[in-house]
T-cell receptor
Framework: EAQVTQNPRYLITVTGKKLTVTCSQNMNHEYMSWYRQDPGLGLRQIYYSMNVEVTDKGDVPEGYKVSRKEKRNFPLILESPSPNQTSLYFC???FGGGGSYEQYFGPGTRLTVT | AQSVAQPEDQVNVAEGNPLTVKCTYSVSGNPYLFWYVQYPNRGLQFLLKYITGDNLVKGSYGFEAEFNKSQTSFHLKKPSALVSDSALYFCAVRDGYKLSFGAGTTVTVRA
């Protein structure tokens, strides 16, 4: 089954404790992206990757890191989480980065930072 | 920079009535526009997109959207709403490699 998977689905952590949210897709997509969803703000793009070893900042990259060492994986790293990073996070992928391709979304990771 | 506005936080309709969810956009080049739907505790699902061509785009689950360049709008429509259409709907615009979403519109269809 074609899908985007994220782990963990739920995470409660404390301020400053480094964490990684994994994202994997089995569709051989070139483009992958991370978003955070907050009430009243919709989804905001954190980082995206056009292909292996090619990443760029979205609209809200502060406090996050990413890497793309393999085509199928695009982990999101919070090196020193803070309470304002409490949010619902989505990973997405698509065939290409530009223009016409729709994105396939993972199920989401709900992160709480206390 | 591109942006999307969804002027209504909530839309309430009776089952069987037409449903419209509004979206306006701002982008410097040609617009690539999308609608996604999010059901409770689920990820987003693609509904339809406008790239070029006909201004009326048909998508999944009986939804369609009308692209209006002069009004910079891309409203989502369904002729006859179902209770199962109750969900959160997002309009999005793509500019290069970036995708910008609206704040979302919660649709409630009452039986």
């Amino acid at each position: 089954e074609a899908q985007v998977t994220q782990n963990p689905r739920y995470l409660i952590t404390v301020t400053g404790k480094k964490l990684t949210v994994t994202c994997s897709q089995n569709m051989n997509h070139e483009y992958m992206s991370w978003y955070r969803q907050d009430p009243g703000l919709g989804l905001r793009q954190i980082y995206y990757s056009m292909n292996v070893e090619v990443t760029d900042k979205g609209d809200v990259p502060e406090g996050y890191k990413v890497s793309r060492k393999e085509k199928r994986n695009f982990p999101l790293i919070l090196e020193s989480p803070s309470p304002n990073q409490t949010s619902l996070y989505f990973c997405a992928s698509s065939f290409g980065g530009g223009g016409s391709y729709e994105q396939y979304f993972g199920p989401g990771t709900r992160l709480t930072v206390t | 920079a591109q942006s999307v506005a969804q002027p209504e936080d909530q839309v309430n309709v009776a089952e069987g009535n037409p449903l419209t969810v509004k979206c306006t956009y701002s982008v410097s080049g040609n617009p690539y526009l999308f609608w996604y739907v999010q059901y409770p505790n689920r990820g987003l699902q693609f509904l339809l997109k406008y790239i070029t061509g006909d201004n009326l785009v048909k998508g999944s689950y009986g939804f369609e959207a009308e692209f209006n360049k002069s009004q910079t709008s891309f409203h989502l429509k369904k002729p006859s709403a179902l209770v199962s259409d109750s969900a959160l709907y997002f309009c999005a615009v793509r500019d290069g490699y970036k995708l910008s979403f609206g704040a979302g519109t919660t649709v409630t269809v009452r039986a």
